[in-house]
């Protein structure tokens, strides 16, 4: 094993190699601001990667070494004992979104208050300001669906908003649906686990992301917002699966709620901010998965924290030009 540290502390830099351990290749890299002159040597920001045929895979933002190592070899034990299935999820129900919406008396006394709307493919949000369809095609996102619903017990006014995504696989829908959630969301179950977040309630099933907006704040509206998100869930088939990619992920420490699929390399950028650009462009086929993990068992906070991640290529000599890519942005920025 090769270790490459760099640490960049007042002006002074020291860069050691060690060690040559099997076919892997590990980079440790901290830095500290100049300005924090609270900084320790046992402190930082360390990220380790390594390379095993079409996967890199690491940590990024260790407080330690330490820290950063035993995680990443966590990952490379699970490599070891056999690289879990990552062939794609299978869709049960594939019928157009607009099937999917509840109709009048399926959520109690909702009802629609108009006829459904559809977008397919780049007419997503066309006409609606602040609508990000940038966000749903990063994702795959094939075609979409919505209605607005009204009860007579509030009135004649419009109150929900609902809207099917057919994200073209589960591991979309399910990308799509994590890219927003957090471990200190509240959750409901409505056949599946659904985010409650202000006046939105969303979720994921089969190939589907299903969002649904209350207009106003009020009990009985948010009521109706889970019964709609049940009876749109009861029409979809699929078992609640994760991205097989995601299995490499320890579960010892991790955040829970904290996992993140990325069907591409554009869409791990937007969580992602630090990567390099190469690393993930230069091949339009890279997956990739992370997850938040404690420093300490015992430890409450789920912001400070450290993240593994997993990235695999279509073949192992794409994911070593990548990992090379990683080593020189890594060096030119230690």
């Not at 108009?114 to 609508?131: A, F, H, T």
């Amino acid at each position: 094993m090769t270790y490459h540290i760099s640490r960049f502390i007042f002006d002074t830099l020291r860069f050691q190699n060690f060690h040559r351990w099997r076919q892997y290749l590990w980079i440790v890299y901290v830095s500290c601001a100049l300005s924090l002159l609270s900084c320790q040597t046992e402190q930082g920001d360390y990220t380790i990667a390594s390379q095993n045929g079409q996967y890199i895979y690491g940590v990024w933002k260790a407080r330690t070494a330490k820290a950063a190592k035993d995680l990443s070899g966590q990952i490379e034990q699970t490599s070891v004992e056999g690289i879990p299935r990552v062939d794609s999820l299978r869709s049960v129900t594939t019928e157009k979104p607009v099937s999917l919406l509840p109709t009048d008396g399926e959520a109690s006394h909702w009802v629609r208050a108009g006829e459904p709307s559809s977008d397919v493919g780049r007419d997503l949000y066309k006409n609606v300001i602040g609508g990000n369809p940038e966000l749903y095609h990063s994702y795959g996102f094939i075609e979409g669906a919505s209605v607005q619903y009204q009860t007579p017990r509030l009135g004649s006014q419009p109150l929900i908003l609902l809207e099917v995504f057919d994200m073209g696989t589960p591991e979309n829908a399910f990308g799509v649906y994590s890219r927003n959630r957090y471990p200190q969301d509240e959750f409901e179950w409505v056949g599946s686990r659904a985010i409650i977040s202000g006046r939105e309630l969303n979720f994921w099933k089969g190939r589907y992301f299903i969002q649904i907006e209350g207009y106003e704040f009020a009990s009985q509206i948010k009521q109706g917002m889970a019964e709609l998100a049940r009876a749109t869930a009861d029409h979809i088939k699929d078992p609640l699966t994760t991205p097989h990619l995601l299995n490499l992920l320890p579960s010892e420490n991790k955040v829970p709620h904290s996992e993140k699929y990325f069907p591409s390399g554009a869409a791990m950028k937007e969580i992602h901010r630090f990567l390099p650009e190469r690393l993930l462009q230069f091949s339009p086929n890279v997956t990739g998965g992370s997850a938040a993990y404690l420093h300490k068992k015992s430890s409450t906070d789920w912001i400070d924290t450290m993240t593994a991640f997993v990235l695999r290529y279509q073949t192992e000599s794409e994911a070593k030009v990548a990992y090379d890519i990683y080593l020189e942005h890594l060096g030119a920025n230690r």
